[in-house]
Each structure stands twice: as structure tokens, then as C-alpha cells.
């Protein structure tokens, strides 16, 4: 499975945490999400931390469920 790459994330003073993926804004966070967020990427990989929080990450069955007959071009 390839490595997260892309992410980043700013802090805010109000205690707004943004997420962004190659630039665009992925998710923000606020309040107790906000600081949950943060102690976890200063005890992770942090690229794999935002790419759980923000749900953008493979699960590696995308290759099987291309292949599935329910994803077949032509289908109804």
C-alpha cells in the first residue's frame, strides 16, 4: 500500500484545526476533535494520521471492487 503523502494542517487561535490535501482543504476541526487531532500527530506518522481523520486514504480493495460485476460498464 503506497504512504499518505499531501497533507498538511494549520493551527488556528481559536483552536481551529484545517486539514488540507495538496492544497485544497480536506476537513476541519474544532474543539475537543481539534486537540484529540493534534496529540495523536505528535505521537504518529502524521501523513497517515490526516489521511485517517480526513478519510482519504486506500483500504486496498479498490482493485477487487473495479473488477466486481455490479461495476461492470454496459450494467443497467
Given at each position: 500500500m503506497a504512504t499518505p503523502e499531501?497533507?498538511?494542517y494549520a493551527e488556528f487561535g481559536d483552536g481551529t484545526v484545517?486539514?488540507?490535501h495538496r492544497g485544497r482543504p480536506a476537513a476541519t476541526l474544532r474543539g475537543s476533535r481539534?486537540?484529540?487531532f493534534l496529540e495523536e500527530v505528535?505521537?504518529?506518522d502524521p501523513q497517515q494520521?490526516?489521511?485517517r481523520w480526513t478519510g482519504n486514504y486506500r483500504r486496498g480493495n479498490e482493485r477487487t471492487a473495479k473488477r466486481h460485476p455490479r461495476n461492470?460498464?454496459?450494467?443497467?
Open positions: 499531501g497533507f498538511g484545517r486539514i488540507t481539534a486537540a484529540e505528535a505521537s504518529g494520521v490526516m489521511a461492470a460498464p454496459g450494467r443497467p
